[in-house]
């Protein structure tokens, strides 16, 4: 695509994606982490990663071994 197009008209697509990323709202990394730990620690004892998946509900558990003599 890039090919295809005139040097004046892919700076000017640079120039606007730029002026886009200029516009966004910026945080400080301090306050993103603080907000990521607490919101990890906040769903921890939901997560199944965590805690396990009870053997009951576990659509992923062997039903059989596989025996090789």
């Known amino acids: 695509m890039a090919r ?3 040097e004046k ?3 000017k697509m640079e ?3 730029l002026k886009k990323e200029v516009s966004t709202p910026r945080s ?3 306050a993103a982490a603080k907000e990521t730990i607490e919101f990890v620690e906040a769903q921890s004892p939901e997560d199944p990663l965590i805690k396990g998946v009870p053997e009951a509900t576990n659509p992923f558990k062997e039903k059989g071994g596989c ?3």
């Open 15 to 17: 120039v606007d994606q």
């Open 4 to 6: 295809d197009m005139a």
């Open 28 to 30: 400080a990394v301090s």
């Open 67 to 69: 025996i090789i003599s």
């Open 9 to 11: 008209d892919i700076l």
